[in-house]
């Protein structure tokens, strides 16, 4: 099935990604409060990758009308999921992040053709061509 206006889709698309990638960067925000009360604690190195990670999703979030956009975004998912090991709970959150990506990107490949490509391209508007004039028609003048 492919989307009957697929620029608009794509926008939408697009739109769509770069909505996950803002709430996924928020989300990996309130991690450190989660990890500061377990295990080590929150060590200047996790803290300086929970907050890269999360300026990285939010900065991705507004690439997605480049043509790399979503691939840096699905590139950005592995160490959301790894997130996981810093606090057991983003297993489940990451793990509900990486399967909406996912879903977008089948989403995108049902209605565009493809998941990365980037969205078509408005051709020029040609308005139709009506062929009123049948068999018995007379002749168009000349002139």
Do not use: C, H
């Amino acid at each position: 099935m492919t989307a009957p206006d697929p620029v608009r889709a794509g926008k939408a698309l697009n739109g769509a990604a770069a909505a996950i990638l803002l709430l996924e960067g928020i989300a990996v925000l309130f991690v450190p409060r989660g990890i500061a009360q377990t295990g080590p604690g929150l060590t200047g190195a996790r803290l300086t990758f929970l907050i890269a990670l999360a300026v990285l999703l939010i900065l991705a979030s507004g690439l997605q009308r480049k043509p790399r956009g979503l691939l840096t975004g699905t590139v950005l998912q592995v160490p959301l999921l790894l997130t996981g090991l810093l606090g057991s709970a983003m297993w489940l959150v990451g793990g509900i992040f990486v399967l909406i990506w996912l879903y977008l990107l089948q989403i995108r490949k049902e209605l565009l053709g493809s998941p990365f490509g980037p969205p078509p391209e408005a051709g020029p508007a040609v308005p139709p061509v009506r062929d009123d004039a049948g068999p018995d028609a007379p002749p168009a003048p000349a002139g």
